[in-house]
């Protein structure tokens, strides 16, 4: 700022005549903009100037504004809010300024209110604000925080003023922090964090004005979107974040995560009824793959589910994987003649993994959306996921999920909504399960698969697991919502509850090698932070899917039988030097079979030494030798390359 204009300012100050400017940014603004405009002539404090700045309204705007003669006012198209914001600002002549949108006003007495902190010396002056939110369906007083570490917290109620009639400021702030000309959306928000981090904040407990927060409005119109809560809608925040040491940072990160997930939540319940489904027939194909092996007690309930989805274009394909009880038969009698159906018989059985892939080789459609062929789907679930994928040009979008037992019985399983764009971000939400490692509640776009050649792994089961991870990772966009599209059902002979053969112990140890390969290949290990979400991925998806499941089936052998059995797979997965892992391993379920009582206070001590003695042995593992966190599980698994 010029040494005229800080002399001018002292002046003013010193005779306690300080000059307020009111910018009011307008288009087709005419049913409101008149009462914006009598609340600030109707203000006890008269030492103020009004502009509006108008972006060429064709409503009636105009000839309201002709009606007071005291306005300074342009009627001219712009970039947006922003720029008229910023236009505003070149043309006041006032010591103090304030931006009044044309559909909000002030209470009386606001300006006096603010103006002898100004007097005191003050840069920038905040007070409350009464917001009447349509969209919400209430009334509250917006008390904001003033610091610039509270605002970085904006999911938070209250954590910043949520509209710019509560705050006035000194030119020289403007002159710092002028408004971003690009940022047409959160403006408000970026140019209060930039004020907070080089002036001191004051505020005054006055209600200044009422915010009309309506469904029409640009905020409306914007968090109304499923992607609205997502770290790029706020790219100006990470230079903050720098400022936070390592730890804040982490914790600072994995909050976020949370409250943007319950921000969208939130504003996608109350939207809910606002969103427009792409019509049936405009819609492209779906692709819906079903392996199947034994299933012919369910298997048609699934196939009706997809049916009945009211879509045009759609092609379900199933793959049977040499069924011994009717399924193919049956299939063959009630869908042979469906043109939407295709049936394919594998010459052997080869799991799971091997009939996506075939289902996947054969796929027409533009998305792909993978089925159970014991669960089904609501009506409209395809429906929903894909008018969502094409209107945000999404790759992966995922739905909520149910489980239903036999008698009916059912109860959520998992359901979250947020957006996030792969990378990093896509496994902090995995790890902590906002996404879940399942693959059969998401649609996918097919080129998003074909390109980055995903495939699911075929030489063992969990091979959901490491599909997910992989895609997540990789995908630029993916939506989740919270609608229990998704019923999961639960009976006693599906895959999951079968009784565990050799096949599934070497299944468990090698998803833990397949999890360390793919965190090696993308680097994720290459920072402490990255560290730490290793360290939680192997934690959620590896021995929590996998400890209880080794468990169970060592109970199902004879103690000869495990070491046998733990010490083959070991060795198949990891080589000689499994022999290691394999000792641990027999000798710490070895103790925990001697030692495992019921925790009670008599016997904590006993449950306590149990725990002690499985730390010592495994961080006798992990430890030796080894430099860095995720290094020390890699080796625990992998065990090689010491130094």
């Known amino acids: 700022m010029g040494a005229r204009k800080i002399k001018r300012m ?117 007070g409350n604000i009464l917001v009447k939110s349509l969209r919400l369906g209430c009334e509250f007083i917006n008390v904001p925080r003033t610091t610039l570490e509270g605002m970085l917290r904006h999911w938070e109620p209250n954590a910043f003023s949520h509209n710019s009639l509560g705050y006035f400021y000194t030119r020289r702030v403007q002159e710092s922090c002028p408004f971003n000309s690009k940022n047409n959306i959160t403006m408000d928000m970026e140019f209060l964090l930039d004020a907070a981090s080089k002036f001191s904040f004051v505020k005054v407990e006055k209600v200044l004005g009422c ?26 925040m990470d230079k903050y ?36 489904f792409i019509s049936a027939e405009d819609l492209p194909l779906i692709s819906v793959i079903m392996p199947t092996y034994n299933c012919a007690k369910y298997i048609c309930r699934s196939i009706d589910s997809i049916l009945s989805q009211e879509l045009k274009n759609i092609e379900i394909i199933i793959i049977d994987d040499v069924s011994t009880d009717g399924t193919i038969d049956l299939l063959k009698r ?53 008018s969502i994928a094409e209107k945000y040009n999404a790759e992966m979008v995922a739905c909520g999920i149910d489980k ?22 896509a496994l902090y939400y995995l790890a902590d399960y906002q996404i879940g490692s399942v693959v059969w509640n998401k649609l996918y776009l097919r080129q998003f698969i074909e390109d980055n050649k995903l495939r699911f792994i075929t030489s063992y089961c969990h091979e959901d697991v490491m599909f997910t991870a992989s895609a997540v990772y990789l995908c630029k966009k993916y939506i989740s919502i919270n609608d229990l599209y998704y019923k999961y059902f639960q009976r006693e002979t599906s895959t999951i509850n079968s009784r565990q053969s050799e096949f599934h112990l070497k299944s468990h140890l090698r998803l833990y090698f397949d999890m360390v390969s793919f965190i090696e290949q993308i680097r994720l290990c290459d920072d402490p932070e990255g560290e730490k979400l290793c360290q939680s991925l192997l934690k959620a998806h590896c021995s929590n899917e996998v400890f209880p499941r080794i468990v169970n089936y060592v109970k199902t ?87």
């Not at 640009?218 to 770290?231: E, I």
């Not at 976020?256 to 009824?273: D, E, I, P, T, V």
């Not at 054969?362 to 996921?385: P, T, V």
């Not at 059912?410 to 909504?417: F, M």
Request: charged share 30%.
């Open 241 to 276: 974040l720098l400022l936070l040491s390592e730890a804040e940072r982490s914790k600072f990160l994995g909050e976020r995560r949370k409250g943007f997930a319950l921000m969208q939540a939130h504003m996608n319940r109350l939207n809910q009824s606002d969103f427009k």
């Open 557 to 643: 052998r004879t103690a000869s039988e495990w070491e046998r059995e733990c010490q083959i797979a070991c060795c198949e997965i990891f080589g000689v030097k499994g022999y290691a892992l394999a000792s641990f391993m027999i000798d710490a379920m070895k103790q925990r079979d001697t030692r495992q009582v019921v925790l009670t206070e008599e016997n904590h001590e006993e449950k306590t030494g149990l725990k002690k003695f499985i730390k010592k042995h495994f961080d006798f593992i992990v430890h030796s030798k080894l430099r860095r966190p995720l290094k020390r599980v890699y080796y625990a698994f992998k065990l090689n390359k010491f130094e």
């Open 211 to 236: 915010f009309e927060d309506g469904v029409n409005t640009t905020t409306g119109k914007s968090q109304a979107k499923l992607d609205y809560w997502h770290p790029d809608m706020f790219p100006y």
């Open 334 to 386: 009630n869908y042979a003649n469906n043109p939407l159906i295709k049936i394919i018989s594998q010459l052997k059985n080869e799991r799971q993994g091997v009939a996506r892939n075939r289902g996947l080789d054969l796929a027409k459609g533009k998305y792909i959306f993978f089925m159970d062929s014991d669960d089904w789907i609501e009506k409209g679930c395809l429906l929903h996921l894909s």
């Open 404 to 425: 239903v037992w036999e008698g009916g019985r059912s109860e959520w399983y998992h359901s979250c909504a947020f957006s996030c764009k792969g990378g990093r971000e």
């Open 10 to 126: 002292k002046k003013a100050v010193k005779n306690k005549n300080i000059k307020i400017s009111v910018i009011t940014p307008s288009f087709n603004s005419g049913k409101y903009i008149e009462r914006a405009i009598k609340s600030v002539i109707e203000q006890n404090y008269k030492n103020f100037e009004h502009i509006i700045i108008d972006g060429g309204s064709t409503d009636g705007t105009i000839e309201t504004l002709k009606k007071f003669k005291h306005l300074k006012w342009i009627s001219e198209p712009d970039k947006g809010q922003a720029d008229a914001m910023n236009k505003g600002f070149k043309k006041n002549t006032g010591d103090v300024i304030v931006y009044l949108n044309a559909d909000d006003y002030f209470f009386p007495e606001a300006f006096s209110s603010v103006i002898g902190e100004f007097k005191k010396g003050a840069d920038f002056v905040m």
